[in-house]
């Protein structure tokens, strides 16, 4: 049995999805339960693109104990610098450093030849090296380059020190036969093949980035990168958990194990899914709704016979339980405390779980039962409230007429919460009313570019998880997510989180 590392850069590629924005409260609570997973490499950030991906990238080097924390870099000084400098805290880390070498990006993007790239990768890879015990390159485009250059540029930068090599499908262009082939073709092309670990990067542009990742594993590949819920750009990237599961059920064919605890499966991709505001489709392989129901009457009868007839994959191999006991309002802080525990949220700060044991009390008050996904939204939701620079105090919209709604909103500075503001206004509709309200409290006028809404759980009781994109009147767009059991106040909680 071989054994393969898992890479997730959830925090990286995934934060390139459109309309996703994780703030470094998110990006730490992301990390240390991908850490829970078992994930073997995190890659937290890329430092030099913004002060708040260095302070993220920083404050995960400080967090993690186990998983190795990684950070992006070009092949360019200043941004080695900048990682180095992010991650130099991290008992365990690593660099990422990367160039294009297709023709297309030599030609467009770079404006460089073979030779200059080549003596770019020896000089960048061997300065990394002395920063960094672990340094992973990364060929930019590879499938897309010619095969014999490739395995020049790639044994380049073994020579120069790098100790993981990426061979990356950057546009989702190839397919697994070409790249099973691809990594055939390396191990017998570059000499040094066998002192670097190789590792697969695959987008989903032609759906194709697990069955790729899957053919590298294959053929030589010892690591894999991805993001959970295959989350990313455009199309998104390798979806990490149909990878593990698929090493897992399939095991005998692929002779392959991993470090990821598949218990903790359904939990990640449930964090990531709710931090990112991306909802998991009901058809989605391994995590979606309906990947363990079943309608067809024959399934129904071959299920309750034997559930192997018709699932390879049991709920609880996931974390998914199928018998979840809720708290209610008779429940008491020991037994809050108890099942904050089981679902792997540190209990040891008195005042967050007196604060938090209190948001759930008021939750049962209203609500039958509290499940688990209600207590996850709890947690989430004081994430977001705490990394908020306004606090919503009150809320109170009324219906003029037809075509008109009235907001009154009442809010504070979260560091200063005597620093009251309140004032009403109108629009068309109850939210876009309180959102109106919001900017003229404010004196601003941030644009509403992305809504949406989620049910914690079935039920009219349920809490609503609202999600929101705006832009600022200089043309930044931020993020913003809201949690309560109104939907009026989760919006108006979700917006004032996004405005910077």
């Known amino acids: 049995m071989k054994k393969i590392e898992f890479f997730d850069t959830t925090l990286c590629d995934g934060e390139q999805t459109p309309g996703v924005n994780f703030n470094t409260t998110e990006k730490v609570e992301l990390a240390k339960q991908l850490e829970r997973w078992g994930v073997d490499v995190i890659e937290a950030g890329f430092p030099v693109t913004s002060q708040g991906d260095f302070e993220a990238v920083q404050a995960i080097s400080r967090t993690l104990k186990r998983a190795r924390v990684g950070g992006l870099a070009r092949c360019v000084k200043r941004d080695i610098d900048v990682a180095y400098e992010a991650l130099k805290d991290a008992p365990n880390k690593q660099i990422h450093v990367f160039i294009a070498t297709s023709p297309i990006h030599r030609e467009y993007k770079l404006n460089m030849t073979k030779e200059e790239i080549l003596e770019r990768v020896k000089e960048y890879v061997t300065y990394a090296k002395t920063l960094f015990e672990h340094v992973q390159f990364s060929p930019e485009d590879a499938t897309r380059t010619e095969w014999d250059y490739l395995a020049k540029v790639v044994e380049t930068a073994i020579q120069a020190g790098a100790t993981v090599i990426n061979i990356p499908d950057t546009v989702g262009y190839t397919n697994p036969t070409e790249y099973g082939n691809l990594f055939k073709y390396l191990q017998e092309n570059v000499p040094s ?70 218990k903790e499966t359904k939990r990640t991709s449930s964090l990531v899914s709710r931090l990112s505001g991306m909802m998991v489709p009901k058809n989605k392989a391994v995590v979606g709704g309906n990947a363990f129901a079943h309608e067809s009457g024959i399934h129904q009868d071959g299920v309750l016979k034997n559930p192997e007839t018709y699932e390879i994959i049991t709920p609880q191999m996931v974390g998914v339980e199928t018998n979840e006991l809720p708290l209610g309002k008779l429940s008491g802080r020991h037994a809050f405390v108890d099942r904050m525990e089981s679902l792997g949220y540190d209990t040891s700060d008195s005042q967050l779980i007196d604060e938090l044991f209190n948001n759930f009390k008021d939750l049962a008050d209203r609500k039958q039962h509290v499940t688990n996904s209600d207590l996850h939204a709890i947690m989430l939701g004081k994430v977001a409230e705490e990394a908020a620079r306004y606090e919503l105090r009150r809320l109170q919209v009324l219906q003029i007429n037809d075509y008109e709604h009235v907001a009154t909103v009442v809010i504070n500075e979260k560091d200063n919460a005597e620093a009251v503001k309140q004032d009403s206004g109108t629009g068309p509709g109850s939210v876009e009313a309180i959102y109106s309200t919001i900017n003229k409290i404010l004196e601003t006028d941030y644009k509403l570019l992305e809504y949406s809404i989620e049910a914690i759980t079935a039920g009219s009781d349920s809490q609503a998880q609202v999600h929101v994109q705006i832009e600022s009147p200089e043309g930044d767009k931020f993020y913003g997510m809201g949690v309560d059991s109104d939907v009026l106040a989760a919006s108006a909680k979700a917006y004032l989180q996004a405005i910077r």
Do not use: P, W
């Open 193 to 262: 093949f066998d002192q670097a670990v190789f590792s697969s990067h695959c987008h989903d542009d032609l759906g194709m980035a697990v069955a790729n990742a899957l053919a590298a594993i294959e053929n030589g590949a010892l690591r894999v990168e991805g993001t959970v819920n295959g989350i990313g750009e455009r199309a998104g990237n390798t979806a990490l958990e149909e990878v593990a599961v698929t090493l897992k059920i399939r095991e005998q064919y692929y002779q392959a194990e991993s470090n990821i605890d598949l």
